[in-house]
């Protein structure tokens, strides 16, 4: 589905949103849900006449098993690079995972038979990918980033979500390594006065504001 000029969300990707970035030199995907998505992304691709081959980089928003699951997947197929943020790249690699749930989180990988990814490309806010700069969000997990367009276009992966129905939704406090420091990176991605969110789970939000009951502190 086309939700913004030049980005389509793939349809019925397992838990996480996947996208494609069409750019004039190729696709930019960005995340790829749980495992078993690649055929449903690789065809999405296809459906925009583009091939495989023209993927040009996988990017991560964050480690998480549902936004990296059909990565490595998707980079057989592609034989593109994949990108994650500088605090994220050594979870995904395998080593570093966060101590508070770190056995459970092991568990899960293994029974999801997610293995590590040595990323081949290491972002940080100001760098460019495809035509999006890269902003870093922390606090959902140490590495997570957003990126942005200069029509004020944000995939912000878990960094701020989207309900379904168009309203913004605050990250997930429970599934946030800093929750304190995830509400402030989620308010200063609508500080940024986007036009569009993009998110990782649910759909998208248009102009979101600063007032927005989503981005308020816990309990007021
Ligand atoms: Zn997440």
Redesign the pocket.
């Given at each position: 589905m086309r939700v913004a000029d030049g980005v389509e969300k793939v349809e019925g990707t397992r838990v996480?949103n996947a996208y494609l970035c069409l750019g004039e030199d190729g696709v930019l995907v960005v995340d790829t849900g749980m495992p078993g998505n690649a055929g449903r992304i690789l065809r999405a691709i296809e459906r925009l006449d583009r091939g495989p081959r023209d993927v040009r980089v996988i990017v991560l928003t964050?480690w998480?098993p549902?936004?990296i699951g059909s990565a490595a997947a998707l980079q057989r197929a592609t034989g593109a690079p994949v990108a994650i943020g500088a605090f994220d790249a050594p979870v995904l690699a395998g080593h570093g995972l966060p101590a508070r749930g770190r056995r459970a989180m092991r568990l899960i990988l293994a029974i999801l038979r997610i293995h590590a990814i040595e990323p081949d490309l290491v972002l940080r806010t100001g760098d460019g990918v495809g035509g999006w700069e890269v902003v870093d969000v922390p606090g959902?997990?140490a590495g997570s980033i957003a990126l942005r367009r200069g029509d004020g276009v944000v995939i912000t992966?878990?960094a701020l979500l989207g309900d379904g129905h168009g309203r913004l939704r605050g990250p997930d406090p429970g599934?946030s390594l800093d929750p304190a420091q995830a509400r402030a990176s989620a308010r200063s991605i609508v500080a940024l006065g986007p036009s569009l969110v993009l998110p990782?789970h649910g759909s998208p939000v248009r102009s979101p504001r600063p007032t927005d009951p989503a981005l308020a502190e816990p309990g007021r």
């Open positions: 996480g964050h998480h549902d936004h959902h997990t992966g878990d599934l990782g």
